[in-house]
């Protein structure tokens, strides 16, 4: 089955910590999907990472990094120097290719991130 | 034009009223979604739209109609709604259902 943990729930960091949300997903497919999302207090969804299940290769986007190892199904995410406006909920996402999955987004339970000034 | 744009931003309606959420998008996609999500809880899928026809309902229940008139517009009529449900709905767009999904801002609606 399908399924996506981030365990941990709240985050709090104090202002240019480093720190690193957690993903661990599960599927019986080969071809899948990753997905990072941040939710700020305002509400939308902000997109910012999709990776595919062939590229293993780690991504840099400023001070965000993504860590993906299919050997231990992890897809986890690194704020380097944090800073108040990172404070928001971030989920992972696992979208399947599977003809019957409608790639469907299966969410994970969100990791709310505090940064304290 | 990047933006899945949502109106009303906030929404207060009674039990009997009857309401439309709508969503607007102009990159082209030919995927649309409707998302329910309570507080402290992930989005929660109700609806896709793929090319204009329903493909996906999520057993959600009647007093929630889905409308898709064009490939940019999406809407949501709400009739007889609960106050439990009172959340954060969201609309989103693909290119094509299940890739690079983009979600606009949202529509907190209040039932009283």
């Known amino acids: 089955a399908q399924k996506v943990t981030q365990a941990q729930t709240e985050i709090s960091v104090v202002e240019k910590e480093d720190v690193t949300l957690d993903c661990v997903y599960e599927?019986?497919?080969?071809?899948?999907?990753l997905f990072w999302y941040k939710q700020p207090p305002s509400g939308e969804l902000v997109f910012l990472i999709r990776r595919n299940s062939f590229d293993e290769q780690n991504e840099i986007s400023g001070r965000y990094s993504w860590n993906f190892q299919k050997s231990t199904s992890s897809f986890n995410f690194t704020i380097t120097a944090s800073q108040v406006v990172d404070s928001a909920v971030y989920f992972c996402a696992l979208s399947e290719a599977a003809m019957d999955s409608n790639y469907q987004l299966i969410w994970g339970a969100g990791t709310k991130l505090i940064i304290k000034p | 034009d990047t933006e899945v744009t949502q109106t009303p931003k906030h929404l207060v309606m009674g039990m009997t009223n009857k309401k439309s959420l709508k969503c607007e998008q102009h990159m082209g996609h030919r995927a649309m979604y409707w998302y329910k999500q309570k507080a402290k809880k992930p989005p929660e899928l109700m609806f896709v739209y793929s090319y204009e026809k329903l493909s996906i309902n999520e057993s959600v229940p009647s007093r929630f109609s889905p409308e898709c008139p064009n490939s940019s517009l999406l809407n949501l009529h709400l009739h007889a709604l609960q106050p439990e449900d009172s959340a954060l709905y969201l609309c989103?767009?693909?290119?094509?259902?299940?890739?690079?999904?983009?979600f606009g801002s949202g529509t907190r609606l209040t039932v009283v």
């Open positions: 989103a767009s693909s290119q094509v259902q299940g890739y690079g999904y983009t």
């Open positions: 599927t019986r497919d080969t071809t899948y999907y």
